[in-house]
Nanobody, 114 residues
C-alpha cells in the first residue's frame, strides 16, 4: 500500500484548498482513511476521518470548515478546506491501516498567511 498526497500550498486567511491523496495497493472503498496534520513544535492531530462504510467525522474545530471525501473510481481521498486560518498551517498527511499496519503519505505543506 502506498499513499501520495498533494494539493498543499500558500493561501491567504479565509481562503480554500483541496488536498488529494492517491492510494495504490488497495481500494479506498474498503478502508477507513484519515487526514492528520502536524504544525511545527506540535503533536500530530487528527483532522478528519472516513470509515470504510463512508461515515465521516471531524474534531469540533474542523467541523463546518473541512470536508473529507473519497472517489472510489479514481481511488483517491480528498480534504476540502474552507475558511482557512493561520493556525491551520501544518503539514497534512493522509493515512490508513491495511492488514493491521499504518501507512502514511509523505505529507503536503499547507501555509495560511494572515
Amino acid at each position: 500500500v502506498q499513499l501520495q498526497a498533494s494539493g498543499g500550498g500558500l493561501v491567504q486567511a479565509g481562503g480554500s484548498l483541496r488536498l488529494s491523496c492517491v492510494l495504490s495497493g488497495s481500494s479506498v472503498s474498503t478502508l477507513g482513511m484519515n487526514w492528520w496534520r502536524q504544525a511545527p513544535g506540535k503533536q500530530r492531530e487528527l483532522v478528519a476521518l472516513i470509515s470504510s462504510g463512508g461515515v465521516t467525522n471531524y474534531p469540533d474545530s474542523m467541523k463546518g470548515r473541512f470536508t473529507i471525501s473519497r472517489d472510489n473510481v479514481k481511488n483517491t481521498l480528498a480534504l476540502q478546506m474552507h475558511s482557512l486560518k493561520p493556525e491551520d498551517t501544518a503539514i497534512y498527511y493522509c493515512q490508513t491501516y491495511y492488514q493491521g499496519t499504518a501507512f502514511w503519505g509523505q505529507g503536503t505543506q499547507v501555509t495560511v498567511s494572515s
